[in-house]
């Protein structure tokens, strides 16, 4: 047991840490049900289709067929959040196995901190601008219709373009929030750690 005094930066940044991983845990929840509902619609779209030619009737359209991949996309983007938050991501580990703990911890926070995050800043930096222009951004600065599909009866574009830099961002966050975990370890300051989130989940049944 530590005391309440000691370590308070750690402390806050666990706690910081623990909330990001709570609200990236909501959406794994989230993308699990994208999950469903993109298997539904693509159901629909096969059914639609075979049935439609029985009949002789077009049951089907390009909006339920551009809303399964871009159903799709949504939750591969937010699933590397929730994957990079559980340690999920492929590992090159014939070496990084036979480390310890505390090895793998600074391999771990190097990569995160001269890699993802830089990656993660780079990615939304370099996404805004065609973001802002599918939603009708004009180079003069002034503002016209948004992106649509090429396609018959399709989406809009910029929605979906949009959940990149959102995916990005959100990868950013929780990469700080393994930095934090990661440093805790080296500090061997994993009991605290381990303390900050018991606190932290009970704090979040009494809110």
Same mark, same amino acid.
């Given at each position: ?22 609200? #990236?845990? =909501?959406?794994?929840?989230? !993308? ?5 509902? #993109? ?8 059914? !639609? ?11 089907? %359209? ?5 809303? =399964? ?10 699933? *590397? ?15 990084? @196995? ?6 793998? @911890? ?5 990569? /995160? ?5 830089? *990656? ?12 802002? &222009? ?7 600065? #002034?503002?016209? /219709? ?5 396609? +018959?009866?399709?989406?809009?574009? @910029?929605?979906?373009? /949009?959940?990149?830099?959102? %995916? ?5 966050? &929780? ?8 440093? +805790? ?9 381990? &303390?900050?989130?018991?606190? /932290?989940?009970? =704090?979040?049944?009494?809110?």
């Amino acid at each position: 047991m530590y005391r309440s005094d000691e370590f308070p930066r750690l402390q806050k940044l666990l706690r910081l840490s623990q909330r990001i991983d709570s609200f #990236t845990d =909501q959406l794994g929840q989230l !993308a699990n049900w994208l999950v469903l509902i #993109t298997l539904g619609v693509g159901f629909y779209n096969v059914m !639609a289709r075979y049935i439609g030619r029985f009949v002789g009737v077009s049951l089907s %359209s390009n909006i339920f067929i551009e809303l =399964q991949w871009y159903l799709f996309s949504l939750f591969f983007l937010l699933g *590397f959040v929730y994957i990079l938050r559980h340690g999920e991501n492929v590992r090159v580990d014939f070496l990084y @196995a036979r480390f310890n703990s505390k090895q793998q @911890a600074w391999i771990d926070f190097l990569g /995160t901190v001269l890699f993802l995050i830089p *990656f993660c800043i780079l990615g939304i930096w370099v996404t805004i601008n065609p973001v802002l &222009q599918s939603w009708g951004r004009l180079p003069d600065g #002034t503002w016209g /219709t948004w992106e649509i599909s090429p396609d +018959a009866n399709g989406l809009p574009r @910029a929605p979906i373009k /949009t959940m990149i830099p959102i %995916s990005l961002l959100l990868l950013l966050l &929780q990469g700080i929030s393994q930095a934090i975990k990661y440093w +805790a370890v080296i500090q061997n300051y994993s009991n605290i750690a381990d &303390q900050i989130r018991l606190e /932290t989940a009970e =704090q979040i049944k009494v809110d």
